[in-house]
């Protein structure tokens, strides 16, 4: 479906996505600084779950296929519903668990739509700062809540000279260590040195809705899910930026780039060498 059906139906994508954003951010947050948090473990003291987790993934789900009966959905929560119709949302009910838990205002909703295995639409809800940002294909917007609700359209600018570049560095995580310890150790200290300012975030969709904003310049990241990067990828490309998805020490095809397991994203111009060799270098690591 191309055109102006298949416009339409991004469109009526984005609105459902936006809807059930907002659904579930404000689920997750009546628990944000509740102190009435549990919080369980996945894999490891590193992964983290709440019940607001499983609770927000239910009700986008809800509201997706209310609206789009036929869609598979794949979430973090609940794994892969399969659909016979051409769409597939990818949803990340909260992203940045760890902070959510801790009551650091650095989470959000993502969800991501893809037609047949191309992107077509992305939602990403801050609900915590009150930011909504929104992408299909009239380009890629941030509704802020406290400027006023107005939809402001993104240009993804910034310092692509490292000296005066901020790189929000999801890296070296402790799954990182797995693979080539010293050399990631390395590594670090070279950004350290020759980036201006290095930040964590600890939520990677925010880190690339910041991208395409223009509020840092480059964010690298490796072992993520379609769910954590389909809906900020798509952002940061219809801002202007650039999104690079990385495996086996290559740069994968740009289609279906958001099921890579590693990935680079920045602003427009923003290739530094440095942290392409880092993808380069610890993108081989196995399965």
Request: charged residues 25%; negative net charge.
């Amino acid at each position: 479906m191309h055109g102006a059906r298949g416009a339409d139906e991004a469109r009526r994508a984005t609105a459902v996505a936006v809807a059930a954003a907002r659904e579930a951010g404000a689920i997750a947050l009546a628990g944000f600084r509740s102190g009435e948090m549990r919080v369980d473990l996945k894999a490891d003291i590193h992964d983290l779950v709440t019940r607001y987790d499983r609770a927000c993934e239910e009700r986008i789900r809800e509201t997706i296929l209310t609206a789009f009966p036929d869609s598979t959905v794949v979430g973090e929560e609940s794994g892969t519903s399969a659909g016979s119709g051409p769409l597939t949302w990818y949803v990340d009910p909260i992203d940045g668990t760890a902070n959510f838990a801790r009551g650091i205002p650095m989470w959000a909703v993502s969800i991501g739509v893809a037609r047949d295995g191309e992107m077509i639409s992305g939602v990403v809800y801050d609900p915590a700062n009150e930011q909504l940002f929104w992408a299909d294909d009239r380009g890629a917007f941030l509704t802020d809540g406290r400027s006023g609700g107005a939809d402001r359209a993104l240009r993804s600018r910034g310092h692509a000279d490292p000296g005066r570049a901020t790189v929000a560095l999801n890296f070296p995580l402790a799954r990182d260590l797995v693979h080539y310890p010293e050399l990631a150790l390395e590594q670090f200290a070279e950004v350290t040195h020759a980036f201006a300012q290095v930040r964590g975030l600890g939520s990677t969709c925010i880190a690339l809705c910041w991208i395409a904003a223009g509020w840092i310049d480059v964010t690298i990241s490796f072992e993520t899910n379609p769910w954590d990067v389909a809906a900020g990828a798509l952002i940061v490309r219809r801002a202007g930026g650039i999104y690079h998805g990385y495996d086996d020490g290559r740069i994968v095809p740009e289609q279906r780039d958001h099921l890579a397991r590693h990935y680079y994203a920045a602003i427009a111009g923003g290739e530094f060498e440095l942290l392409h060799e880092i993808m380069r270098t610890q993108s081989p690591r196995p399965i």
